[in-house]
Every structure is written in structure tokens, then in C-alpha cells.
């Protein structure tokens, strides 16, 4: 299933703590939308309704249920996503 977060919903199955963390997460990073797209037993994590996933960046399904792990892995699709708007200015 496809999980998507905006600071103020969710569409996800997830337990609330997780999407409610990922929800404050996007609005401290002043991320408009993160959405996790399922690609066998990973997540390709997309920011900001980007056309691509983030390069590199792939959410093991076991950290879908772990709160720490999973924010650690959003703040490395940052700052990928980043690094990668850079290269492309």
C-alpha cells in the first residue's frame, strides 16, 4: 500500500504514532507531502509530489513500524532530495 503524509492528513494504514510523527516531520522540514511507494519489501520515498522517487533512499517495510528508524530514513531522503535540486539549478 501507498502512504502519503501532508502536515495535516494522512492516507495510510500505518499505527497513528507513526503518521502522526511523519506529520510533524514534513511540517518541521517544511515538507509539503511525503509519500512512501511500496517496491517489493522497500519504500521508495517521494518529497514534495516530486515525479521521482528519491535517489538511493528506500524504506526497509520493518522501519514502517518503527518511529526512529523511519524518521532517520526521511531525514537522508532530504537531504538527497536536496543535494539533488542543487545539481539541477
Known amino acids: 500500500m501507498r502512504h502519503v503524509f501532508t502536515p495535516w492528513r494522512s492516507r495510510s494504514n500505518l499505527p497513528e504514532e507513526v503518521q502522526t510523527a511523519v506529520r510533524?516531520?514534513?511540517v518541521e522540514h517544511e515538507v509539503g507531502e511525503v509519500s512512501l511507494e511500496p517496491m517489493g519489501e522497500l519504500y521508495a520515498v517521494r518529497l514534495n509530489m516530486s515525479a521521482d522517487p528519491v535517489p538511493g533512499v528506500y524504506v526497509p517495510a520493518s522501519a514502517l513500524e518503527d518511529v526512529e528508524?523511519?524518521?532517520?530514513?526521511?531525514?537522508?531522503?532530504?537531504?538527497?532530495?536536496?543535494?539533488?535540486?542543487?545539481l539541477n539549478q
Do not use: F, G, T
Request: aromatic share 14%; hydrophobic share 55%.
Open 69 to 86: 528508524s523511519l524518521l532517520e530514513m526521511l531525514d537522508a531522503a532530504l537531504e538527497v532530495y536536496y543535494a539533488e535540486l542543487n
Open 24 to 26: 510533524n516531520w514534513a
